[in-house]
C-alpha cells in the first residue's frame, strides 16, 4: 500500500527551464510534507517543507505547493541547473502522533541538461 | 560536527550470517531511525527510536532487531542474513518534530 506515490520515475529538463516535480498521497492523516534530494552514494538530504495549513512554501528557486482537496503536491524548481540533477523523494508525516515518522514516495531521477 | 555516521559503507554477507549496522549522531537528538531503499523503490522504514530504552517496529522489521542503550547509538542488527536483505540501509535522526530528518552516507549491504 503506497500511501505516498511519485509516478513518474524520471525528468529531463533543460538548464535554465523550469522542473515540475510530482507527489500524491492518499492518507488524509498526513500534514506536513518534505521533499528531499539525493546524490548518488550519499544520504538524503532536506531541501523544502509544507505544513498544510499552507499552499505554498518558497526558498529560492525551489518552490513546493500544495493541494489538499486533490492530495497532490508539487515541487517547481526555477530555473534548473545541472547541479539540480539528483533523485528527489517526496515525504509525508503526521505532525501528532506517528512516532515523527516519514513515509516516503519512490522517488523522481531529475537530469537537467546543459 | 559530524551529523550522523554509519558504519561500514558496503559489506558482503554470506547467507545465514550476521552483522550489526552501526549508527552514531552528535546532535543529541531524541529521535532516530532506520530505513531501507531497493532500487526503484522509496526509503522503507524498519524500526524507530524516541528515546534511549525506546524502539518501535515500522514498516518491514522482520529480519532486524535494534537496540538504543544511548541517545547517540542506534545499532541495526542482521541475526540471519538472506538476499531479500540487499539494499542500502540508511540511519536518520532528528530533535523536533517541525524539524527535518538528518540522514547518514548509507551502508551498502549484499547477501549472496
Known amino acids: 500500500d503506497q500511501q505516498v506515490k511519485q509516478n513518474s520515475p524520471s525528468l529531463s529538463v533543460q538548464e535554465g527551464r523550469i522542473s515540475i516535480l510530482n507527489c500524491d498521497y492518499t492518507?488524509?492523516?498526513?500534514?506536513?510534507f518534505l521533499w528531499y534530494k539525493k546524490y548518488p552514494a550519499e544520504g538524503p538530504t532536506f531541501l523544502i517543507s509544507i505544513s498544510s495549513i499552507k499552499d505554498k512554501n518558497e526558498d529560492g528557486r525551489f518552490t513546493v505547493f500544495l493541494n489538499k482537496s486533490a492530495k497532490h503536491l508539487s515541487l517547481h524548481i526555477v530555473p534548473s541547473q545541472p547541479g539540480d540533477s539528483a533523485v528527489y523523494f517526496c515525504a509525508a508525516r503526521r505532525l501528532t502522533g506517528g512516532g515523527n515518522k516519514l513515509t516516503f514516495g519512490t522517488g523522481t531521477q531529475l537530469k537537467v541538461e546543459l | 560536527n559530524a551529523g550522523v555516521t554509519q558504519t561500514p559503507k558496503f559489506r558482503i554477507l554470506k547467507i545465514g550470517q550476521s552483522m550489526t549496522l552501526q549508527c552514531t549522531q552528535d546532535?543529541?537528538?531524541?529521535?532516530m531511525y532506520w530505513y531501507r531503499q531497493d532500487p526503484g523503490m522509496g526509503l522503507k522504514l524498519i524500526y524507530y527510536?524516541?528515546?534511549?530504552?525506546?524502539?518501535d517496529k515500522g514498516e518491514v522489521p522482520n529480519g532486524y532487531n535494534v537496540s538504543r542503550s544511548t541517545t547517540e547509538d542506534f545499532p541495526l542488527r542482521l541475526e540471519l542474513a538472506a538476499p531479500s536483505q540487499t539494499s542500502v540501509y540508511f540511519c536518520?535522526?532528528?530533535?523536533?518534530?517541525?524539524?527535518?530528518?538528518?540522514f547518514g552516507n548509507g551502508t551498502r549491504l549484499t547477501v549472496t
Open positions: 536518520a535522526s532528528v530533535a523536533l518534530f517541525n524539524s527535518p530528518l538528518h
Open positions: 527510536s524516541v528515546g534511549a530504552g525506546i524502539t
Open positions: 492518507n488524509s492523516m498526513f500534514d506536513y
Open positions: 546532535m543529541n537528538h531524541n529521535y
